[in-house]
C-alpha cells in the first residue's frame, strides 16, 4: 500500500513513528468539529488540536488517547482511553494529539519525551 502524502508525527529520540496520517485541526471551526461525527479512528492516524489545552469526548462514539504536548511537541501528559462524554485537560499545554485508543501503551509514550512533526511529499520525508 503506498503512503499517502501529507503531515506525520515521530517520537525524537527512538524515531517510532506514532502518526502516519496526521490531520491538523488549527482553526476554531475545525478545533470545534474535531472528531465528531467519524466511526472511528485507524491506527497510524491522529488529530493534532492547536492552539488547545482541553478535550472532550462528548457526542463520540469511541474512547481515544489523548497527549498534552508543549508548543515545541514535549509530552506533558498522556490520558489513556479516554471514553465519550468525558472530559481532559492540560492547562500548560498548548496543543493537543488525538489518537486511537491503545497508541499510548502500544508506543510507550509518556511525559518527558519529544516528537518531531515533519511531512511526507509522497517521495520523501521533511522534518
Known amino acids: 500500500m ?7 508525527l515521530r ?3 527512538s524515531g517510532t513513528s506514532i502518526v502516519q496520517e496526521l490531520w491538523l485541526a488549527a482553526t476554531f471551526w475545525r478545533r470545534l468539529k474535531g472528531l465528531l461525527g467519524t466511526k472511528e479512528l ?20 469511541y474512547a481515544l488517547d489523548v497527549v498534552f504536548l508543549s508548543r515545541d511537541f514535549q509530552v506533558l501528559r498522556v490520558v489513556e482511553n479516554l471514553r465519550p462524554r468525558r472530559f481532559a485537560c492540560h492547562f500548560a499545554a498548548y496543543q493537543v494529539l488525538e489518537l486511537p485508543s491503545g ?14 512533526l515533519g511531512v511526507f511529499d509522497g517521495n520523501t520525508e521533511v522534518t
Open 2 to 8: 503506498k503512503r499517502q502524502a501529507g503531515p506525520w
Open 42 to 61: 485507524l491506527p497510524g492516524q491522529g488529530l493534532l488540536l492547536r492552539p488547545c489545552n482541553s478535550v472532550h469526548t462528548i457526542g463520540m462514539a
Open 103 to 116: 497508541t499510548i501503551a502500544s508506543c510507550g509514550i509518556a511525559p518527558g519525551q519529544a516528537f518531531e
Open 11 to 13: 517520537q525524537k529520540e
